[in-house]
């Protein structure tokens, strides 16, 4: 079973950064989706970053509310993906989960179980 543990939240103050890291039990290789969602209080989970690998290469999708200020990439070397997040906002505040699909028909999807991130004023 594919396992993903997200790390790297915290407090931090406005304007702050944080680095989340999003490792996985498996050879990450074998997704072609990943990326970051996030939940805050009251609200639906939202869309934050996604990398793609496709034979032609690498893409990168951000949503517009951290376009610019977050970054997101993958190291398939320690199966980890990661989500540097800089000129943090008080809401940025939210739990933070990583998803990842297999590349291999039916193309499961997978979810971690979150990591907490607080942005105070």
């Known amino acids: 079973q594919v396992q993903l543990v997200e790390s790297g939240g915290g407090l931090v103050q406005a304007g702050g950064s944080l680095r989340l890291s999003c490792a996985a039990s498996?050879?990450?290789?074998?997704?072609?989706?990943m990326g970051w969602f996030r939940q805050a209080p009251g609200k639906q989970r939202e869309f934050v970053a996604s990398i793609l690998t496709r034979t032609s290469g690498i893409s990168t999708n951000y949503a517009d509310s951290v376009k610019g200020r977050f970054t997101i990439s993958r190291e398939n070397a320690k199966n980890t993906m990661f989500l540097q997040m800089n000129s943090l906002k008080p809401e940025d505040t939210a739990v933070y989960y990583c998803r990842a699909v297999l590349s291999f028909l039916p193309k499961p999807e997978y979810w971690g179980p979150g990591t907490q991130v607080t942005v105070s004023h």
């Open positions: 498996t050879n990450i290789s074998t997704f072609n989706v």
